[in-house]
């Protein structure tokens, strides 16, 4: 009766480790399928100042105001031509259209000039 007990607690301790790792490994596949591709633990590593550093150079290229000088406007009607609020030397002329007459018959100009008058 003696052996038979040894047996028991044997067959029941290796029942035991046997759920629980199988629920181990339960646990790992559900914490990978929730894990997203994008979202590794590595990424801690990158230095913050250095992706700042980029991430405002990038800004001042996308904010940046391209001035260049073009040759005049083409002719156009119902365009806006108005002084600039604060600097009397400067004039703005936005958008207006023009009508052709053949297809395509209007062309719509969404565009600002700024003019120096000096």
């Known amino acids: ?13 290796a029942r035991t480790a046997a759920k629980s790792s199988k629920k181990a490994a339960k646990k790992e596949k559900k914490v990978t399928n929730k894990r997203r591709p994008g979202d590794d633990s590595d ?14 150079l990038k800004q001042a290229q996308h904010m940046a105001i391209a001035e260049t000088i073009c040759p005049p406007p083409p002719v ?19 958008g207006g259209e023009i009508y052709t007459g053949t297809p395509p018959v209007a062309k ?11």
């Open 43 to 56: 990424s801690d590593d990158q230095d913050i100042d250095a992706i700042l550093e980029e991430y405002k």
């Open 1 to 13: 009766m003696a052996k038979d007990k040894k047996a028991k607690a044997a067959e029941k301790k």
């Open 76 to 94: 156009r009607a119902n365009s806006i031509l108005m002084p600039h609020p604060t600097n009397s030397k400067e004039l703005f002329l936005f």
């Open 108 to 118: 719509f100009f969404n565009d600002l000039y700024v003019y120096h008058t000096e």
